[in-house]
């Protein structure tokens, strides 16, 4: 690789070139995170990896909070038993907290990776998670008479928050993996991103070369 030389390919095919001799596994798998996470510089790479990780941590923590303060607040625990696994209310904010902590994952993961079967069990677990997530407003309104609609509504609300929160947490903790992963194997190659202009380029920082476009 050479100063001047015109780039039009993206960051990951400039990855791709100037480390020849790595695993090609490893870069295909770079190059999935450059062109899906898009660091544009490698103090940017850092920024986002130190951003995102921090941000996950806080939403699972808030998630835990509220399960810990709001779950079972006023709430009879032998009423509205889930029909799935016959699940009580604890136990069911429970089983969402885990089912979008783990779909997320499998996600986030088998998207870089390029795997089917992960993405597979993680639609069925957010087809389990939502399922959760409406049935005490939907038996609250025409299946049964032990919750009232008001319980019903408030159950499936904090359900809901916690559905949610987990799932964008643990996106962003995955997330925050993954940059890792790409910030050790770019520094164990010698290689850093630059960004100049108007594209993306991948520079050898060991001879400092800088790709312009």
Known sequence: MTDGVAMEESPAEGVLSGIPNANSTDLEFAERIIERLKPRNQQDLYNKAARQSKL??????????????????????DE???????LDFGQVALAVMALSLVSAILTEFSRDVGKILPSSAAGGMLILAGLYVAEPLVASMF????????????????????????SVGSKQLVNALLLNWL?????????????TG???????MASTSVLED
Do not use: A, Y
């Open 143 to 166: 299946i049964t008479d032990f919750l009232t609609f008001e319980e019903g509504t408030w159950r499936t609300v904090r359900l809901g928050i916690l559905w949610g929160g987990m």
């Open 183 to 195: 910030i050790k194997f770019l520094d164990s190659n010698g290689i850093g991103i630059d960004s």
């Open 80 to 86: 509205g038993i889930s029909v799935f696994f016959n």
């Open 56 to 77: 996950g941590g806080m939403l699972i923590t808030l998630m835990v909070v509220i399960w810990w303060l709001f779950i079972g607040v006023g709430d009879n625990m």
């Open 198 to 204: 108007r594209g993306d380029s991948v520079h050898d």
